[in-house]
């Protein structure tokens, strides 16, 4: 049987783990918000869209950017289905209009205009079977700062450090 | 020293009779294995005969996006290797092995005739041993690099996975005419290898319910079968059951043992961490690489890798040899000899002489990536089912894609359902991995060292990459 203060003891060093990876998680976050903060600019963004890839793959913008996209499909109808935005535009091939799908309403449009309201990765993904592969083919808009990121990668820097530093500070207290 | 720890656990067959009785049943798991069966020769025949177009057939739809996901994300985690227990692909080679459905055949003591008997139970077909030299994951690790490498025409045509589930149960049946019991199962399915491996963390085990009654039995049902079932089909001892790696959950040990010794038992998750071969610790290496590997591909943004991976359709083999050669390097040279490379560093900086070996230290390094290999390949999954897990309903109401509608679901479209927290989950997920990856490394190489000291300097090469690793899929799916 486990006694009870090498089980506090367990707890404790748990807990203050936990503590760390907690601590280095936010600092990772704040740290990705105050390194890149700027006043918003607006961009002007034609995406192709071909089998089964976009073109540009991944759009980086910070949160509070307006994004004005324009759309081409170089094979066959394509679709855009912005994750997290309500947002599903059909590309016909050689057209400047497209078909927008927004909040239950239904547009054609040459341009969709969008704010960048939250910040995080969010996948665009063609809405309109395309061939083979078409359940695969994505993009990624990544709307800086993204606190998920930082935040995560500054937690597993902290299982790792917090892991090591509390199996060396348990030795000490268990050689004192 | 410590005494050696008490493993946790809680006897689920104490707690419930029913399910003791339910276990002890000839007819289960067969009862759920028998449909099974069913469901994957409609999947077979969708896949030859249906649409082509693969997100409109059942077949891919259901096998690759459905049970992948269940697989991955709830059976193995929740349930061990249950799913091997209700596996549809060998089951005709099962029938055919023993010449019985439900029924166990006997030794019949009064006539003395020998003909196919292995243990008390008699069969058919010529009964081989395996050969001890293929008695280890190497041929199952092989298996799977090569579908993986195939997956693009796996996961997207019908046909392609038609043959391929049929291939399955055809080499299944095959090797059961040749071969004992659940050869095929336990050293040439490909699933069946990595179900092995991430059984380990499974919060379910097969266990013996007390060694001692075991040791003091004289019959050994348990392997050598009896009238009231089969020796053991995956070829092991359960009276000695102490890693659930090759258990296949068959229940056979439950319906054998006359004390009724044989225990499911419920415990915490990646309890067990300790990798006894080179074949195990390449499993795992395989397994992180390929979730990486098809992270990247599946759903990273990148068209000139879709491009060089899909062969099928673009039909450019020079473009896809070099893809193929990258992944084989990748997972056969690049992650192994990192992994291996990091044990080695750690065992200079820990200043040991010969009392520990590169062999150990290597495999108590590795056992970090079974939790953290099982919790990636569940991250890789989280967004195949928010993003397509419409498509279900959608094949369930069109089966073959000939414009049924059984449900009234066939119509329903392609319907994302929260796909923009994927990457919330999937972080969370591999930083489980990384926790859990962590902690099994640290206590398996800690039993390697003397003092604490020297297992940090032994383990400290492999958790950074451990933690580097984690990093690199935290960018693949939130960076």
Avoid at chain 2, 5 to 11: F, I, N, Y
Avoid at chain 2, 116 to 123: A, D, F, K, Q, T
Avoid at chain 2, 450 to 465: E, I, K, S
Avoid at chain 2, 466 to 479: K, N, P, Q, R, S
Wanted: glycine share 10%.
């Amino acid at each position: 049987m486990t006694s009870i203060p090498a089980m506090r003891d367990r707890w404790f060093a748990r807990a203050c783990w936990a503590g760390v990876v907690l601590v280095t998680a936010i600092a990772g976050s704040l740290a990705s918000a105050g390194a890149t903060a700027s006043a918003p600019r607006s961009h002007s963004i034609l995406v192709k869209a071909g089998q089964y890839a976009f073109d540009p793959p991944v759009i980086r913008v910070r949160r509070g950017d307006t994004l004005k996209l324009r759309f081409a499909a170089s094979d066959v109808v394509h679709g855009f289905y912005l994750e997290g935005h309500d947002l599903d535009v059909a590309i016909p091939p050689l057209s400047r209009e497209v078909t927008v799908k927004r909040g239950g309403a239904i547009q054609v449009v040459e341009e969709v205009v969008l704010t960048a309201a939250r910040s995080g990765k969010f996948r665009y993904r063609c809405s309109k079977t395309c061939g083979a592969m078409h359940p695969f083919m994505v993009g990624e808009l990544i709307v800086g700062p993204n606190r998920l990121f930082a935040g995560a990668a500054g937690a597993a820097a902290g299982l790792l450090f917090g892991g090591f530093a509390f199996v060396l500070v348990g030795a000490k207290w268990r050689v004192s | 020293m410590s005494a050696p720890k008490t493993p946790r656990r809680l006897d689920l067959l104490r707690t419930s009779p029913q399910l003791a009785w339910l276990l002890r049943q000839r007819w289960f798991p067969l009862v759920i294995a028998f449909p099974l069966l069913m469901l994957t020769a409609t999947f077979v025949t969708a896949g030859l005969l249906g649409t082509p177009v693969g997100n409109s057939n059942s077949l891919v739809i259901f096998v690759w996006i459905l049970w992948w996901f269940v697989l991955m994300a709830v059976l193995v985690p929740f349930a061990s290797r249950s799913w091997c227990g209700v596996c549809p692909v060998p089951l005709l080679g099962d029938w055919l092995q023993r010449w019985r459905v439900v029924g166990v055949a006997h030794a019949d003591s009064q006539t003395g005739d020998r003909t196919g008997l292995i243990g008390r139970n008699r069969y058919r077909g010529l009964s081989r041993r395996w050969p001890r030299k293929l008695s280890n994951l190497w041929l199952q690790n092989a298996g799977f690099l090569l579908l993986a490498t195939f997956s693009v025409v796996l996961l997207t045509s019908p046909l392609a996975g038609a043959l391929a589930v049929g291939g399955m149960v055809v080499a299944a049946t095959a090797t059961a005419l040749v071969y004992r019991q659940r050869s095929f199962c336990r050293f040439l399915c490909p699933v069946g290898g990595f179900l092995s491996l991430y059984s380990m963390s499974s919060t379910i085990a097969v266990r013996p319910r007390s060694s001692a009654v075991c040791q003091s039995c004289r019959e050994k049902n348990c392997v050598a079968g009896s009238a009231e079932g089969w020796g053991c089909p995956w070829l092991i001892n359960p009276g000695r059951l102490e890693r659930s790696n090759a258990c296949g959950l068959c229940l056979e040990c439950f319906k054998t043992c006359s004390r009724g010794n044989m225990g499911v038992f419920l415990r915490p998750p990646f309890e067990e961490r300790r990798l006894e071969g080179w074949d195990e610790a390449f499993k795992a290496f395989l397994m992180l690489a390929l979730a990486v590997a098809y992270s990247a591909v599946y759903q990273g943004p990148w068209g000139w890798l879709k491009t060089a991976a899909n062969v099928a359709e673009v039909a450019e083999w020079r473009i896809f040899g070099l893809y193929a050669a990258g992944l084989w390097a990748f997972t056969l040279v690049v992650v192994p000899g990192l992994y291996v490379g990091a044990s080695w560093l750690g065992r200079a900086l820990a200043r040991v002489r010969t009392d520990v070996t590169l062999r150990s230290a290597a495999l108590a390094g590795t056992s970090s990536l079974v939790p953290l290999g099982l919790l990636a390949w569940i991250a890789f999954s989280v967004p195949l089912v928010l993003a397509n897990g419409s498509y279900v309903l959608t094949a369930a109401s069109d089966p073959f894609g000939w414009g049924w509608d059984l449900f009234g679901s066939a119509h329903i479209g392609w319907s994302p359902l929260v796909p923009h927290w994927a990457p919330w989950l999937q972080a969370v997920l591999v930083l489980i991995g990384q926790a859990a990856g962590l902690k099994a490394g640290w206590l398996e190489t800690r039993v390697l060292y003397q003092t604490d000291r020297q297992a940090v300097a032994g383990y400290a090469p492999t958790a950074a990459l451990v933690t580097i690793t984690t990093l690199v899929l935290l960018a693949l799916y939130a960076g």
